[in-house]
């Protein structure tokens, strides 16, 4: 065993040196940094209405037990998961001063938010998907996309993500860490905890840019495609009334995209071309992980005609049942 100055126990083998526990940095020198997490509490708390209750309507309207909206159930339920494992950790962390997280703790807090946020991205390609089955082969969606379907598509994201994942997280157990136990992160993130190690990290700077390819630019690409052909369709086809009314389909499933690639993007590929500020980082991080997952219920509620007319024969059902209990 060796000591580091009373508090940290570092575990020590024939290959490796690993701190028993590490620090979570959180913001360098901004005061008032606790509103922030606060605001990241409201967001949790909207989070959870908000999905639970898109869950309760898909899980109760009967109608809407179809494969497409099997795929938002899915989403609502992965956007829920993965901002609960992050952001109570997060708050309990910042909030009320408990940066310490050991090892093993932090290498799962790793996996969960990374496993989660990776099922995100790949659902919304599944989402893609229906959409351009629905546009360009109208007549062949309910053979082709159906619940068996759906569920394969979605199972063999969970296994073959949860590989990706689990190969990434567990690489760092083969690494050293002899200096600094300070992660300048809001969470036990990739990037910063591996590039704390003293030996080499050759393999799991590559491994996390694979990751980087399979998680984020490889969905990117393959949700592109999926449009470029909606809107080859579209062109080809139809009338501009037509073409209207078949884009309106995908407006909410554009804006959910938007929402979670484009800061993810924007901040990775920021830390791979060039220096970003760790402030700068840890806030369109944490934004990027939290807020879609927020906001993703309420466009799929506001945006879509079908959960609209959903929740309103819940409500009326409702009101019928209370007033026949009152009489």
């Known amino acids: ?47 959870v209405l908000g999905n639970g209750f898109l869950l309760s309507v898909i899980y ?11 795929i938002v159930f899915h989403l609502a339920f992965i956007d829920l998961c993965g901002s609960t494992a992050l952001i109570p950790k997060l708050l309990d962390t ?6 310490y997280i050991v090892y093993e703790a932090c290498l799962s807090y790793m996996f969960f938010v990374l496993f989660f946020g990776s099922l995100q991205s790949w659902t919304l390609v599944t989402m893609a998907y229906d959409r351009l089955i629905a546009i360009c ?30 190969v990434m997280v567990g690489l760092l157990n083969h690494l050293s860490f002899c200096g600094s136990i300070v992660i300048k992160s809001f969470f036990c993130d990739h990037g910063p905890t591996f590039r704390l190690a003293c030996n080499d990290t050759s393999k799991n700077y590559t491994t ?36 209207r009314k078949a884009w309106k389909t995908c407006i909410s499933h554009l804006i959910l995209i938007a929402l979670f690639f484009l800061p993810y993007l924007g901040t990775n590929l920021t830390v791979i071309t060039s220096h970003i500020h760790p402030n700068a ?47």
């Open 94 to 99: 910042f909030l009320f001063n408990r940066r």
């Open 281 to 327: 980082r840890i806030i369109n991080s944490s934004l990027s992980h939290t807020v879609p997952s927020m906001l993703n219920p309420i466009i799929y509620t506001l945006k879509t005609e079908e959960v609209m007319n959903a929740i309103k024969r819940v409500c009326k059902r409702k009101r019928i049942n209370n007033n026949t209990t009152k009489w």
């Open 208 to 243: 996390g840019f694979f990751a980087f390819i399979i998680l984020i630019c490889i969905p990117l690409a393959l949700i592109a495609i999926s449009y470029i052909c909606i809107s080859m369709t579209l062109r080809r086809k139809t009338s501009r009334d037509e073409q």
């Open 1 to 47: 065993m060796i000591y580091r100055e009373g508090l940290f126990t570092s575990i020590f083998n024939s290959t490796f040196v690993r701190p028993a526990k590490f620090y979570l940095g959180g913001f360098y020198n901004i005061p008032h940094a606790k509103y922030y997490y606060v605001f990241l509490c409201f967001v949790y708390i909207m989070t």
């Open 137 to 166: 082969f109208p007549l062949r969606y309910h053979s082709i996309v159906t619940i068996k379907c759906v569920l394969a598509i979605l199972l063999f994201s969970w296994t073959s993500l949860l590989i990706v994942v689990a």
């Open 60 to 70: 109760l309207v009967k109608t809407l037990h179809t494969p497409r909206y099997i």
